[in-house]
């Protein structure tokens, strides 16, 4: 029993790894969130990774709602600010649901937190 579990979770683990190998390889549109402030310092998050090109997406975002709130944890924090952006595939006619929020690790939170604290500037990226 113990191997048959065994040899489960070594199938389970090559299956995650495969997965995550094929969705890189797909992936030809980068959507990348970057907020700064005026003294310079700036934090970029990969938001998420899409199989078509950058041409057929567009991207609806209401500036006068945009919020970002940051809710630390213990080991990392979240910040949500999707509830106002959203995104469209305008060749096939389908919205694409975009995370809801963003994981922060330790690192980035005093930077992040300093930055939200200020007047800043947020831009999305759109990578090829």
Known sequence: M????????????GGC??????????A???????????????????VIDLPHPPSAYGIIIKTDEVHFNLVPSRWAAHMYYLSTIS?????????IRLPLHLSIN????????AILTQPLY??????K
């Open 28 to 46: 030809r549109t980068s959507i990348l969130l970057e907020l700064g402030a005026p003294n310079g310092k700036s934090v970029i998050f990969s």
């Open 87 to 95: 995104m469209i595939n305008k060749l096939l006619h389908y919205g």
């Open 122 to 127: 947020a831009t999305l990226h759109i990578l």
């Open 17 to 26: 790894l495969v997965y995550r190998r094929r969705r890189q390889a797909v």
């Open 106 to 113: 330790c690192t980035n939170f005093p930077t992040l937190q």
């Open 2 to 13: 113990i191997l048959v579990s065994l040899l489960a979770l070594i199938l389970f683990l």
